[in-house]
């Protein structure tokens, strides 16, 4: 059965502080790893990455995926409280599988 | 547990047919459902916000004459594509969320190709 798995499930710091969120993964037909940053509506996409090793970066947040221990970890340094949402990690195999979501809540 | 599940998979049909999607929350009760539709650059926009009961609230420039939404049970949410077009070939997305928590849990999605 394919499954994602995000952790941890809900998270609250400080503004400044850094984050790091997990995204393991258990699939067949591994295709990409999408990250999305949803507030209120639909999710925002963020990142997408296919290889191992390479670093996406935008900003303050960044991502890296390995597919030999199948996780990908999102983090975000100098953490502002408009980076308080819910992150959402989804698998691509012929659909798609999404975790359950990581709840941030950046304090000022 | 929170599994949502979406039929069919995948769907190929001819232009002006209609299509039926359909959305289930396996094991609890959805209060609302959010239909998705997947756009190039995996960016999602979220078509309709859908509450056991009533009637859908389409988002600015969605067809509700065309996206269908019916929500009729506190576990089964169904989009119908009518008279669909090659331009609606996308990947639609539902998900779902109880009254206890806000938090939105999502189908695998479905392929539409509308030949």
């Known amino acids: 059965e394919d499954k994602v798995v995000q952790s941890p499930l809900s998270l609250v710091v400080h503004e400044g502080d850094t984050v790091t969120l997990n995204c393991s993964y258990e699939?067949?037909?591994?295709?990409?790893l999408l990250w999305y940053k949803q507030e209120k509506k639909a999710p925002t996409f963020l990142f997408m990455l296919?290889?191992?090793?390479i670093e996406k970066k935008s900003g303050r947040l960044s991502s890296i995926l390995d597919k030999k221990e199948l996780f990908s970890i999102l983090n975000i340094t100098a953490t502002q409280t408009g980076d308080s949402a819910v992150y959402l990690c989804?698998?691509?195999?012929?659909?798609?599988?999404f975790g359950a979501g990581t709840r941030l809540t950046v304090k000022p | 547990g929170a599994v949502v599940s979406q039929h069919p998979s995948r769907v190929i049909c001819k232009s002006g047919t209609s299509v039926k999607i359909e959305c289930r929350s396996l094991?609890?009760?959805?209060?609302?459902m959010f239909w998705y539709r997947q756009f190039p650059k995996q960016s999602l926009m979220l078509m309709a916000t859908?509450?056991?009961?009533?009637?859908?609230?389409?988002e600015q420039g969605v067809e509700k004459d065309k996206f269908l939404i019916n929500h009729a049970s506190l576990t089964l949410s169904t989009l119908t594509v009518t008279s669909a077009h090659p331009e609606d070939s996308s990947f639609y997305i539902c998900?779902?969320?109880?009254?206890?928590?806000?938090?939105?849990?999502f189908g695998p999605g479905t392929r539409l190709t509308v030949l």
């Open positions: 094991d609890f009760q959805a209060t609302t």
């Open positions: 699939v067949t037909n591994f295709r990409s």
């Open positions: 296919t290889s191992s090793g």
């Open positions: 998900s779902a969320s109880s009254a206890q928590g806000y938090e939105q849990f």
């Open positions: 859908s509450n056991e009961g009533s009637k859908a609230t389409y």
């Open positions: 989804a698998v691509v195999i012929n659909d798609m599988r």
